[in-house]
């Protein structure tokens, strides 16, 4: 039995490569649909107890900042019992480099490291002024360009994995 209680021991995965990339992405995108809600309950939330009055109130930064750390308890609360709601409907697990379960502070790590996927794109668009579709452009741009730099890693892991120690690995349910 692993360190965390009811949480069952993984089964022996294959080293090697990672679940498609073509997987991975529909669990990405699947958890960006199921992050609508933890963006519209923090939000709204933040709101209330903030008495904010309408979106132009001045605490965006403040708002953003509330959001971030309401995204890193998020992953990294599920990331260190293995798997997201959407990793488990795409059964993909993340597990150390040695196959176990990862640390709180190793998931925290691959928290702030996960954020290469849009800080890049954002932070080379703040000095131009483009339009919302120019921008949208140039972040999916690099959204592909990076999922497809895992192409380049020996177990086609993505970046933020291999610089955290993490990777994500097949993991069927076992059976009852």
């Keep these: 039995m692993n360190s965390v209680a009811n949480t069952p021991p993984l089964p022996p995965s294959i080293p090697g490569l990672a679940p498609s990339l073509r997987r991975r992405m529909a669990c990405w995108i699947y958890e960006g649909m199921l992050l609508f809600a933890v963006v519209f309950i923090a939000g709204w939330l933040f709101s209330t107890i903030g008495q904010m009055r309408n979106a132009m109130d001045g605490r965006r930064v403040l708002l953003q900042g509330f959001l971030f750390i309401v995204f890193g308890v998020y992953f990294v609360w599920f990331w260190h019992k293995g798997q997201t709601l959407a990793m488990k409907t795409w059964h993909i697990r993340v597990v150390d480099i040695a196959g176990q379960q990862i640390s709180q502070w190793r998931a925290l790590a691959r928290y702030a490291l996960s954020w290469l996927w849009l800080l890049p794109p954002l932070a080379a668009l703040v000095p131009f002024k483009l339009s ?11 959204v592909v360009f990076y999922a497809l730099l895992s192409r380049l890693h020996p177990q086609r892991q993505f970046l933020h994995d291999a610089l955290a120690g993490t990777r994500l690995i097949s993991h069927a349910p076992m059976s009852k």
């Design 132 to 142: 919302g579709g120019e921008m949208t452009v140039i972040i999916l741009g690099w």
